[in-house]
């Protein structure tokens, strides 16, 4: 108890040089905190970002199927399944999808396109592919149209298509015959040629069946749940629920593994940036420590002289760093939370957007947690505990009349 009062009436008794370190301390504090912010915030956002606008959280596919995608690997969405997927409260939303390729002509010109057939409310809940139509209208919003489709904007400059144009595909059934019928353009999808949404055709789940043959036959079946973070835990909980062999469940890593095995490689890459950062704090709080701690030898060697035990000047010592970067810490909290939070909500703009593993990143954005905040409070913490010990030692060590004589 008289350590700590003592630690505490020493912060006092030299207000100056106690906000100068604190300052530093606090700044340190900050500094990494924002930057970890950063660090997650982008992360998340590139996350969000991919699995709001295609993968979903969770996929279920016929085995096989990610592996080597094709027409012939699919599965029945058994009315069980269906109650399932809809009853599990962890489950947010759910579609099903089919995908194919097909030869497309208007005219005298032609090209090959991918097709994503969805249901148009559904696939709505999932992910944002509503807010993709640029031009024209959603698929559920062309009831009178028969077998509506949504062509991509780069598709829709090569063929030259405009909206209520009719346009013929032609592909191959899943029963081996020879697809071929009519669609009529309602709606335009993609900003730009460049954007992933304007080399694919969206259309509706039923004439997606019909046109290929697949009865109720689908490939896909996407999951959007309540937090992205815990996609494998659903995942290996569906798979052991469902007991079906011919059925498999992935998280969004494994369906996405190029852009979650570049992210992983860029994490690594960032935690070396990381580790300077840390380097700096640690280099702040040691400068701050010894520049405290040797100003005041003459004072330690008085007190030696006067019989204090060296224990309890080791001891005050350590005691009154690790109050100070605790002081610090809990007033840099303010400013690390509200600065995490601002650039949370407000983010930084990227001219030009770039692209990141297939996925358009215009902004950097922070984030608040439990993480951002408290690491760095215990790392500036420990540090100010650890290189607290070298001078502690040597005060504590010292020769009475020679570090009197210091000054």
Not at 129 to 142: H, M, N, P, T, W
Not at 311 to 329: A, D, N, Q
Request: charged content about 20%; hydrophobic content about 45%; proline content about 3%.
């Amino acid at each position: 108890m008289l350590t700590l009062r003592l630690a505490f009436r020493n912060l006092l008794r030299h207000k100056s040089r106690s906000l100068l370190c604190g300052l530093s301390m606090m700044g340190a504090y900050v500094l990494f905190s924002i930057s970890l912010g950063f660090s997650d915030g982008s992360y998340g956002s590139l996350i969000r970002m991919l699995t709001d606008t295609h993968s979903g959280h969770v996929q279920i596919h016929s085995q096989g199927y990610l592996e080597r995608p094709s027409l012939f690997r699919n599965f029945i969405l058994y009315p069980a399944l269906k109650n399932q997927l809809t009853a599990d409260p962890e489950i947010k939303a759910w579609t099903a999808r089919v995908f194919s390729a097909a030869l497309i002509f208007r005219e005298n010109k032609s090209t090959i396109a991918r097709l994503m057939a969805i249901d148009p409310e559904q696939e709505a809940q999932v992910t944002t592919i509503r807010e993709k139509v640029q031009d024209g209208e959603y698929l559920s919003e062309a009831a009178d149209v028969t077998n509506p489709i949504l062509l991509g904007r780069h598709l829709q400059k090569l063929l030259q298509a405009k909206l209520g144009e009719t346009l013929i595909f032609i592909g191959q059934g899943a029963d081996g015959s020879i697809a071929n019928d009519l669609f009529t353009v309602v709606g335009i999808v993609g900003k730009s040629s460049a954007d992933a949404e304007s080399r694919m055709i969206y259309m509706t789940l039923e004439s997606a069946q019909e046109f290929l043959s697949l009865g109720e036959r689908i490939h896909e079946i996407a999951l959007r749940l309540e937090n992205y973070s815990e996609a494998r835990r659903q995942a290996a909980y569906l798979q052991n629920y469902l007991k079906a062999k011919e059925l498999d469940v992935q998280p969004w890593q494994v369906v996405e593994e190029q852009f979650y095995k570049a992210m992983l490689a860029d994490q690594q890459g960032n935690w070396i940036t990381q580790a300077v950062i840390m380097l700096i704090v640690g280099l702040v709080v040691l400068i701050t420590v010894l520049m405290n701690t040797f100003e005041r030898r003459h004072e330690y060697g008085l007190l030696l002289a006067l019989g204090t035990p060296p224990g309890f000047i080791f001891r005050s010592i350590i005691v009154e760093m690790t109050m100070l970067s605790g002081l610090s810490v809990i007033v840099g909290l303010f400013f690390s939370s509200g600065l995490n939070w601002y650039f949370s909500i407000n983010g930084i703009a990227i001219e030009p957007p770039m692209e990141y593993g297939g996925v358009i990143f215009s902004a950097i954005s922070s984030e608040v947690s439990l993480f951002v905040i408290f690491v760095p409070a215990v790392f500036t913490i420990g540090v100010a505990f650890l290189v607290a010990f070298f001078p502690a030692i040597k005060s504590a060590r010292a020769v009475p009349i020679e570090a009197m004589r210091e000054n």
